[in-house]
């Protein structure tokens, strides 16, 4: 095992109206047009370049509210026991966030988006653009969730996994 | 600006086929079947229960190869330059990478992946599930890529962003 340490550097912060993890949006599909902001900070301002011209975009932070690591969970949209790499649970080793939000507009190191499910103040490690072409995966499955579409499912966190 | 670190561990390693960027597939897409083992380190392997339900995983990792920060890139897709941000490229601020890729089978800490368009021996940060309910935008533009699928693109690396 790797004793290495990886280091990174917030390079903004996420700005939402979910104060706490009970009663937000477990994903953003679920997140009734929350909006909010993505504050870059002005330093990687060049890097943003162009970042409007897509609809939707990934944004990678850190889940600094995620309370301790627990490899086998009970997900909010099941019953049922299943590792953590197999949800999309914030109890992970590496407590690292995943979200595909709208992009509204971009105002400057503002960016305004819709379908957060992100809470506020939440470090931002990177974003990147979310492209059909390379992250459509038309035939993919839904494991253990099977239809999540269909069923009656858990769509606001309670505070099972935060501190 | 926040000075605040942010510190994570490797909790596996990704081996693939590409051992140099320069030939290496740019995206999943153009891996043309490309296999690999994503070998997760035996303490968390109580975190992979169920991994192999799911037909697609993300795989997030730190992008150890990648050459200095440049903010403002021509990515490998285009010959105008754009805000990092905007783009895959690898020069990041936090070189955090993240591809999605077919699962083959699980053999405890070991799971066949293809797909692949990941270094060998990269360090492996999360695996999450990718649930197309969660994760799919029908509506997505590709921003300044256009029509990526119909345009004569590159499909491989070089190595202006590697070291």
Redesign the interface.
């Known amino acids: ?11 903004g ?1 996420i700005h939402s109206p979910f104060k706490e993890a009970k009663g937000s949006p477990i ?3 679920f997140s009734r047009g929350a909006e909010g902001v993505v504050e ?5 301002a ?6 409007e ?4 975009i ?1 944004l ?1 932070y ?1 889940l600094h509210r995620a309370g301790r690591l627990s ?2 969970v009970v997900p909010f949209v099941d019953d049922q ?8 649970a914030p109890s ?3 407590g ?1 966030g ?1 979200s ?1 939000v ?1 992009v509204l507009a971009r105002d400057g190191c503002q960016i305004r988006v819709v379908e957060l499910d992100v809470l506020d103040g939440t ?1 931002l ?13 038309q ?7 099977k239809d ?2 269909g069923k009656q499912i858990a769509r606001e966190a309670d505070e099972r996994f935060h501190q």
Not at 81 to 88: K, L, M, N
Not at 140 to 145: E, I, K, Q, R, V
């Open positions: 095992m790797s004793q290495e340490t990886i280091t990174y550097r917030p390079i912060i994903q953003g599909v870059v900070f002005e330093q990687f060049d890097g943003l370049c162009d970042l011209l897509f609809s939707h990934y990678l850190d490899l086998t026991p299943h590792g953590v790499f197999a949800t999309r992970r080793p590496n690292i995943l595909i709208r470090p490690l990177d974003i990147k653009p979310y492209v059909p072409y390379f992250d459509h995966r035939s993919a499955n839904s494991g253990w969730m999540p579409a």
